[in-house]
């Protein structure tokens, strides 16, 4: 994988064009804390990383379907207002869609408000859609996506995404090393990621998609492959995902 380097997302425009309005279902911005003590545990200074908390979007539980559902339920509206309102709306595979997409496009720009000097945005890929919004916010270059398995192409994915929306499309970074058996199985890498990130920071991740994304950022901060500052992780929610999962910890362990 490229390491990545200070470059703007020039490219990418930072206002979306036309008269739709999101529908409010969240809670924004939501915040961006440090997470000290996790940093120290990767080798990074204790300033160097940061978690946006998007499982704090405060609908049902929280996670990234928030902010694709504000710009859904307005297509949805919209759609019932100018026929009889029987119509039935789809929402698309995962809420991602060309126009659901621009939920994460605001996202990206509050973490840019919160943290500009956010260098590497680590985020989980399902069907795209995060990874897509704040790639037209940030740039190519700053966000990695760690595929969880969801889709066969997670790169094909997100591309269709922004190609579909009119926004142009670089090389992505995505890292699809921790999908190991499969989609719904939990690797060793996500399991040591979660309780490191549990132990450390009291932040609780998801064995499919958050607790997969911090495995990678994991990786990426130990393999050298970004630079150790300005690193943001986006926590996607998913927590419901703990619940249904056979998941249990692995016996005591002290933090590294
Ligand atoms: C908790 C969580 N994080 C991340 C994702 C991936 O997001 P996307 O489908 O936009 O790639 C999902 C998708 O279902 C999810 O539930």
Same mark, same amino acid.
């Given at each position: $994988? ?21 529908? #409010? ?5 939501? @915040? ?8 120290? /545990?990767? &080798? ?18 929280? &996670? ?20 009889? +309102? ?16 621009? &939920? ?8 840019? /408000?919160?943290? #500009? ?13 995060? $990874? ?6 940030? +740039? ?24 579909? +929306? ?15 058996? &499969?989609? /719904? ?28 994304? $911090? ?24 927590? @419901? +995902? ?6 249990? !910890?692995? !016996? ?5």
């Amino acid at each position: $994988m490229a390491r990545a380097t200070r470059k703007s997302g020039s490219r990418y425009s930072s206002c979306v064009t036309d008269s739709l309005t999101p529908v #409010p279902l969240g809670t924004w911005p939501t @915040p961006m804390e440090p997470m000290p003590r996790l940093a120290r /545990a990767l &080798g990074l200074r204790p300033q160097e990383l940061w978690i946006k908390r998007d499982d704090l979007t405060g609908l049902a539980g929280g &996670g990234n379907k928030i902010r694709k559902l504000e710009w859904t339920v307005a297509a949805a509206l919209a759609d019932a207002l100018r026929s009889d +309102g029987r119509k039935p709306y789809l929402i698309p595979f995962g809420g991602s869609s060309a126009l659901s997409i621009r &939920g994460y496009h605001t996202a990206g720009l509050e973490i840019l /408000a919160q943290q #500009p000097e956010a260098l590497t945005v680590v985020t989980a890929v399902g069907s795209g859609g995060t $990874m897509a919004g704040l790639v037209t916010a940030l +740039g190519p270059h700053r966000v990695l996506g760690v595929s969880a398995g969801a889709v066969t192409d997670a790169r094909a994915a997100v591309a269709t995404l922004l190609r579909d +929306g009119g926004w142009p499309v670089n090389e992505l970074r995505v890292d699809d090393r921790h999908i190991g058996a &499969g989609y /719904a199985t939990l690797t060793d890498a996500t399991r040591h990621a979660i309780e490191l990130a549990a132990r450390t920071e009291g932040i609780i991740l998801d064995p499919i998609y958050s607790g997969r994304a $911090m495995a990678g950022l994991v990786a990426a901060v130990r393999g050298g492959e970004i630079l150790p500052v300005g690193v943001v992780f986006v926590h996607t929610g998913g927590l @419901p +995902g703990l619940f249904g999962h056979g998941w249990s !910890p692995s !016996p005591s362990r002290s933090p590294e």
